[in-house]
């Protein structure tokens, strides 16, 4: 691991191999991807509820994690926003990254399985393929409609959103992140696991370059991470590079390149990311069975 501490950026830059422990500015040390066991969350309230939009037009399934106490806390719980929680992979990952947070928290799940090309993807212009192209609407459902929502409806801390997602959700992480309202920013973090930023490199650029005219401040947490991709990993190792050499107020950064596939970075990914952005405790919870 290399670490540089800028004048007013902080970036951790982890390249993991085998059991390597990865150290975090706060919050602990974040576990190496083997170095716990992989259990099921306990005490956890699994629940179902779903939301139509308006900008997209469509009817979403939302699968919510609800920490115990939470219709009674006197304070909110960060909210964790997961994308394409329709697939086991996904649902895994959260379950055995949870086990490990010292902070509770609520995730709110969605899947649209059937419609994450459009939803997860930038309009590029007449380049755009097609089925694809629908972020802005799905940026707008999840800040103007879901959201709201959910602080209405469950007891969140309204100021702490982390948004999560793997390949083209990990692609939407990133457009979130890099279409944010400086004046009113609706998330402090984001987990970018194997993002697929060819898909619209040029439009990302663009986008970050314009991010940077708005403004210098950047109060925001973002982990980045690949398996060994080939292409994929140098462009997200291109895209941590230039948002290093930005000089970004208050960014918290950390790269991490892991030695699994494209498919096998999720668990690894959303441990760390998760860990670096809640801390970890330092036991896990007894394993329960997924009703």
């Known amino acids: 691991m290399a670490q540089a501490r800028l004048s007013i950026v902080r970036i951790v830059w982890a390249m993991i191999f085998a059991l390597a422990l990865i150290g975090c500015d ?33 009817d979403y399934s939302l699968l919510l994690y609800l920490p115990p106490g939470h219709d009674q806390a006197h304070d909110g719980f960060p909210v964790v926003y997961a ?10 990952a959260i379950d055995a990254a949870l086990a490990t947070l010292a902070q509770e928290v609520i995730v709110v799940g969605l899947g649209n399985p059937d419609h994450r090309d459009r939803d997860y993807t930038p309009d590029q212009g007449p380049t755009t393929p097609e089925g694809h192209g629908g972020a802005a609407n799905f940026y707008n459902f999840l800040v103007f409609e879901l959201i709201p929502y959910i602080d209405s409806n469950y007891h969140t801390d309204a100021v702490n959103r982390t948004l999560i997602g793997h390949s083209y959700g990990g692609l939407f992480t990133l457009f979130a ?5 400086v004046e009113q920013r609706h998330f402090n973090a984001f987990i970018a696991s194997s993002p697929t930023i060819g898909f619209a490199a040029p439009l990302l650029a663009e986008m970050e370059a314009a991010m940077f005219e708005r403004s210098r401040d950047l109060p925001v947490t973002l982990h980045l991470s690949s398996g060994q991709e080939g292409p994929l990993t140098h462009e997200c190792q291109a895209l941590a590079a230039r948002m290093v050499s930005r000089g970004y107020n208050h960014l918290l950064l950390m790269m991490s390149e892991f030695p699994v596939s494209h498919m096998g970075n999720i668990e690894p990914s959303y441990r760390q990311g998760l860990q670096l952005v809640y801390g970890v405790k330092p036991t896990t919870n007894p394993p329960f069975p997924r009703s």
């Open 177 to 181: 992140l890099l279409s944010e309202d």
């Open 83 to 92: 994308l394409d929680m329709a697939f086991q992979g996904q649902q895994q």
């Open 26 to 58: 706060e919050g602990g040390e974040i576990d190496s991807p083997d170095s716990i066991p992989v259990s099921p969350i306990a005490r956890y309230h699994l629940t179902t509820d779903h939301l139509f939009s308006q900008h997209v037009e469509e």
